[in-house]
Nanobody, 114 residues
């Protein structure tokens, strides 16, 4: 059974940093391209970072230069280092494979105060 459990969120002031973690189980983590998504209140879920099997990372312009996605295949862990956080980054953050194919985990709340 696929499980994705996110952690590391919290309340931070604008300009601060957080590191999110995602513990994955129940599937072949190492062969999946993985991604972080976020959903702000009243908005659709959006993709914020993708890491391919080759560890190549892809970011939308909104987070490029501020967020860094990484993975540890041995530990089946996915990470998101978020720097220079802004209030518009406030959302619940989720991990999933790059196509969003698995059941969604509970997410972790990130709140950035101005």
């Amino acid at each position: 059974q696929v499980q994705l459990v996110e952690s590391g969120g919290g309340l931070v002031q604008a300009g601060g940093s957080l590191r999110l973690s995602c513990a994955a189980s129940g599937f072949l983590f190492s062969i999946n391209s993985m991604a972080w998504y976020r959903q702000a209140p009243g908005k659709q879920r959006e993709l914020v970072a993708t890491i391919l099997r080759s560890t190549t990372a892809i970011y939308p312009d909104s987070v490029k230069g501020r967020f860094t996605i990484s993975r540890d295949n041995n530990k089946k862990m996915l990470y998101l280092q978020m720097n220079s956080l802004q209030p518009e980054d406030t959302a619940v953050y989720y991990c999933n494979n790059a196509g969003g194919a698995f059941s969604w985990g509970p997410g972790t709340q990130v709140t950035v105060s101005s």
